[in-house]
């Protein structure tokens, strides 16, 4: 049974920085695509970006390219969100998410397991 466990989250001032990380278990993730979302209060769940497990490529919501980094650590079986130049706006709660498949996908209906979430807060 896959587990996505995140863990990081919390309150930063805007242009601060902030790490996440989402322990997977349960599985070989070497075929999976990984990605984080995040939803606002009375938002819609929205992709932030994506990684192939076995390549390492990577693909970004528009809002955080540049901001952003996703990547993966094997041994360990963690994906990380690497957050820089934080606004006000990336205040949410972020979830990890996997898809038993490599393809970039964006939308939530597309992936498989969930995480249970962790809150970023982005002070002005």
């Known amino acids: 049974q896959v587990q996505l466990v995140e863990s990081g989250g919390g309150l930063v001032q805007a242009g601060g920085s902030l790490r996440l990380s989402c322990a997977a278990s349960?599985?070989?993730?070497?075929?999976?695509?990984m990605a984080w979302f995040r939803q606002a209060p009375g938002k819609e769940r929205e992709f932030v970006a994506h990684?192939?497990?076995?390549?390492?490529?990577?693909y970004y919501a528009a809002s955080v390219k540049g901001r952003f980094t996703i990547s993966r650590d094997s041994a360990k079986n963690t994906v990380y969100l690497q957050m820089n130049s934080l606004k006000p706006e990336d205040t949410a709660v972020y979830y990890c998410?996997?898809?038993?498949?490599?393809?970039?996908?964006?939308?939530?209906?597309?992936?498989?397991?969930w995480g249970q979430g962790t809150q970023v807060t982005v002070s002005s």
């Open positions: 998410a996997a898809v038993r498949h490599t393809l970039p996908v964006f939308t939530p209906s597309q992936y498989d397991y």
């Open positions: 990684i192939n497990w076995s390549r390492g490529s990577t």
């Open positions: 349960g599985r070989t993730f070497s075929s999976y695509g």
